[in-house]
C-alpha cells in the first residue's frame, strides 16, 4: 500500500490543468477502518499537504465526533479525494476535483484496503460517483436517506464554511443525523 501511495504522491497526470504544481494528497493504510472520499484539497491542504487542516476539517471532525489525533491516525481514517491535487479557485470556492484522478487511483486503492468498516461520501462528486443508480435525486436526498446506503457508505454534505446555507436551510442534519453518524463513527472505532 504504501508504495502505492507514494506513486501517487509523485504523480504528474493533470500537471498542465493545475494553477499549481502537481501535490497529491492522499492518506490511508490497509487497515484503514474509515474512507472519506471527498472533492479535492483546498489551497490551504496543498500549502500545508495536509487534508482537511482547516474549517471545512475542523466542521467534520466535529460532525464525526472525533478529536484531531484520532482523525489523522490513518489506521482510523483514509482520505481519499476525487481529485487529488487542488484544482483552482472558481467564481464560488474551488473548482470541481479533476475527472483523471479517481478513475485512474481509486480502484487500486480500494483493492489495498483490509478492514474497511465505512465509506463516508462527502459531497456531490463522491456520493455520484459510488452510490450510481442507487443515488436520489440530489445530495440532499442522499443524506436524508442515509441508511439506504449502509453499512457501506454514509453520503455527507461538504462541511465548508461556503455551506453554511444548506445547513440553515437544512437543520434536521446536525439535529438528527449528525448524532447518528457520531454513534456509528464511535462503534466503527472502538
Known amino acids: 500500500m504504501q508504495k502505492l ?12 490543468y493545475l494553477p499549481l504544481p502537481p501535490r497529491p494528497i492522499i492518506l490511508g493504510t490497509k487497515n484503514s477502518k474509515i474512507i472519506l472520499v471527498s472533492q479535492a484539497p483546498g489551497k490551504m491542504a496543498h500549502i500545508h499537504n ?11 471532525r466535529e460532525w464525526l465526533g472525533v478529536s484531531e489525533e484520532q482523525f489523522y491516525n490513518p489506521d482510523n481514517f483514509a482520505v481519499l479525494p476525487m481529485g487529488f491535487c ?47 443508480g442507487k443515488a436520489k435525486k440530489n445530495l ?13 457508505y454514509f453520503p455527507l454534505p461538504h462541511p465548508s464554511p461556503i455551506n453554511h446555507f444548506w445547513r440553515g436551510k437544512n437543520p434536521w442534519f446536525e439535529a438528527d443525523v449528525v448524532p447518528e453518524l457520531m454513534e456509528l463513527i464511535g462503534v466503527v472505532l472502538q
Request: hydrophobic share 35%.
Open 50 to 60: 495536509r487534508a482537511w487542516d482547516d474549517p471545512s476539517g475542523r466542521k467534520l
Open 140 to 152: 440532499t436526498e442522499n443524506v436524508a436517506n442515509y441508511p439506504d446506503f449502509l453499512p457501506k
Open 86 to 132: 487542488y484544482p483552482g479557485k472558481a467564481k464560488t470556492g474551488d473548482l470541481p476535483p479533476r475527472k483523471e484522478c479517481a478513475p485512474l487511483w481509486h480502484p487500486l486503492v480500494l483493492e489495498e484496503f483490509k478492514n474497511v468498516k465505512l465509506i463516508l461520501l462527502i459531497g456531490k462528486y463522491a456520493q455520484d460517483k459510488y452510490l450510481g
Open 5 to 16: 501511495l507514494a506513486e501517487i504522491q509523485s504523480c504528474q497526470v493533470c500537471k498542465a
